[in-house]
C-alpha cells in the first residue's frame, strides 16, 4: 500500500444536516459563523463546518488503537465537527493499518467523512490542520526515554521537513513520540517555513497522572484538582508542581482550598508524589511489558481538545512549547509550562512564584534538554 482512501460519508450532504446556529461542547458555547464554530465571547476557534484533515502517525501503534476511536467520536473536536483521517504507518505495518480502517469504518462513526490509509509521508502529510506524531520506537524495561534518540530522530527530521512542505500552513503539531520534547525541537527545526508556536510535545499524560495521586491523597474526585504544573521534560527530570494547585469544592460545594496546604504533609509531597509522577511510565512498562496507550490517547485528547477549543476560566493546563525565556528557561528549548489557550493559541502563564527547590529542579531539567538538543542536533 502507498496510499489508499476511503470515503466513508458523503461530506456535502452531512454538514447541511448538522450545523445548527449555537451548540454547547465542554461546558463552552459555540455559534456558526460563516463555515466557522467559535465560542461564543472567544473570538474564532478551530471548530469549522467543513471537515478538517487530521494526521496520526505511529497509526498501526497502541496508542493510536485507543486515540482513533477517541477522535472518530468526537472527543478531539467536539461532537459536531467532521474529520477527514489520515493514517500514516511504516510499510511493513500497511495490512495492521488496513485493519484498523476496517473497524473505523465499522464502527459507523457519522464525523468520520474519510479515511487515508498511507505509507507514504506526503499523501499523509499534505492539507493536514492538526498533526498527532505518535509514530516512533517506545522504550523498553531499563531505558530511559532519551536512549531512543539516536533511532527516533531521524523520523522527525523526516516529518518535521515533510509538515514544512505539504502540511496547511495553521498546523497544529503535538509530537508524542520519545523523547517527545527533543523530537518535537526537530521536527520544528526542519519545518522551519511553520511558526514555531505551532509545535508542542506531549506532558498532559504527566499532569493528569499528578492530578490523580493529588485527589487520592485529598480524597476528591480528580475534576476537582487543577492547576497541577509539568515543569520541563517528559522525562525522569521532570518537575510535578503542586504549588499553585487548586482542590475546587473543598472542603464545601463552591470553595476552593489552596492544594498544598490542604494536602498538610511536604514529607509526602516531595518523597512520594514527585517520585511517582516522575517514574509512572517505568512503573507501566514494567507492569504491563508495554508502555501506557490508552492513558496517553486520554492526554492527547485533552492536550489538543484545550488548545483548539480553549482552557477553562482560571484554569492553568501544561503543554511543552518553545520557550520565549521566561522564567529563565533558554529561548528555543521545547519546555513545559503552564500555559492558558485561547482562540486556538497557547500563551505562557507569566509572573507564578518559584520556591527555591522548584527552581533547583528546573534548573536540572533544563540542564537535560540542553544536552538532548546537543546530542539530537548532532545525528541531523
Ligand atoms: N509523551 C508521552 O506522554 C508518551 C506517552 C506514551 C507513549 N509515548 C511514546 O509514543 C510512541 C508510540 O508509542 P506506542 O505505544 O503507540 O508504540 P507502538 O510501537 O505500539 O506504535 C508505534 C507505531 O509507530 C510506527 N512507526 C514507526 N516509525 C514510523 C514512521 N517513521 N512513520 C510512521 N509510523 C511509524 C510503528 O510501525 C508502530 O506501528 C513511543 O515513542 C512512546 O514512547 C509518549
Ligand atoms: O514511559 C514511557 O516510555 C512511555 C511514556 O512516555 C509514558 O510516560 O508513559
Same mark, same amino acid.
Given at each position: ?9 458523503? !461530506? ?58 477517541? /477522535? ?31 473497524? /473505523? ?123 497541577? &504544573? &509539568? ?14 494547585? &487548586? &482542590? ?67 484554569? !492553568? ?64
Amino acid at each position: 500500500m502507498d496510499s489508499a482512501l476511503l470515503r466513508i460519508n458523503n !461530506i456535502s450532504g452531512h454538514m447541511t444536516r448538522s450545523c445548527p446556529m449555537r451548540r454547547e461542547f465542554g461546558g463552552q458555547q459555540f455559534q456558526q459563523q460563516g463555515t466557522a464554530w467559535s465560542l461564543i465571547n472567544s473570538g474564532p476557534c478551530v471548530g469549522r463546518a467543513s471537515p478538517i484533515k487530521v494526521l496520526v502517525t505511529g497509526a498501526a501503534g497502541q496508542i493510536a488503537y485507543s486515540l482513533i476511536f477517541m /477522535i472518530a467520536s468526537g472527543q478531539m473536536f467536539g461532537p459536531y465537527q467532521p474529520i477527514q483521517l489520515h493514517l500514516l504507518d511504516i510499510p511493513k505495518m500497511a495490512d495492521a493499518l488496513k485493519g484498523v480502517s476496517m473497524e /473505523i469504518q465499522d464502527g459507523a462513526y457519522p464525523l468520520v467523512h474519510s479515511v487515508l490509509c498511507s505509507t507514504d509521508v506526503q499523501s499523509a502529510f499534505t492539507g493536514v490542520h492538526v498533526a498527532l506524531l505518535v509514530g516512533a520506537f517506545p522504550r523498553g524495561p531499563g531505558m530511559q526515554r532519551k536512549d531512543l534518540l539516536k533511532v527516533n530522530v531521524s523520523i522527525f527530521k523526516e516529518q518535521g521537513e515533510a509538515l514544512g512542505k505539504y502540511a496547511s500552513r495553521d498546523v497544529k503539531v503535538l509530537v508524542v513520540g520519545n523523547p517527545a520534547n527533543t523530537n518535537a525541537l526537530v521536527a520544528l527545526t526542519k519545518a522551519s517555513e511553520l511558526p514555531p508556536q505551532n509545535f508542542s510535545a506531549l506532558t498532559r499524560l504527566d499532569q493528569n497522572r499528578a492530578a490523580s495521586m493529588v485527589s487520592d491523597k485529598v480524597g476528591v474526585n480528580v475534576d476537582n484538582v487543577s492547576n497541577v &504544573i &509539568i515543569w520541563g521534560n517528559h522525562s525522569l527530570t521532570q518537575v510535578p508542581d503542586v504549588t499553585h494547585a &487548586i &482542590i475546587n469544592n473543598y472542603p464545601a460545594a463552591g470553595l476552593t482550598s489552596p492544594a498544598l496546604s490542604t494536602i498538610n504533609d511536604d514529607k509526602w509531597v516531595s518523597e512520594s508524589f514527585m517520585p511517582l509522577v516522575q517514574n509512572r511510565g517505568a512503573a507501566v512498562i514494567a507492569a504491563r511489558k508495554l508502555s501506557s496507550a490508552a492513558s496517553a490517547a486520554n492526554a492527547i485528547v485533552g492536550h489538543m481538545r484545550d488548545w483548539l477549543m480553549g482552557t477553562k476560566q482560571g484554569e !492553568i493546563v501544561s503543554m511543552a512549547v518553545i520557550s520565549d525565556g521566561s522564567y529563565n528557561v533558554p529561548k528555543g528549548l521545547i519546555f513545559s509550562f503552564p500555559v492558558t489557550c485561547r482562540n486556538g493559541e497557547w500563551s505562557i502563564v507569566q509572573g507564578l512564584k518559584i520556591s527555591q527547590s522548584i527552581q533547583q529542579k528546573i534548573d536540572i531539567t533544563t540542564k537535560e534538554l540542553q544536552e538532548e538538543k546537543e546530542t539530537a542536533f548532532s545525528f541531523l
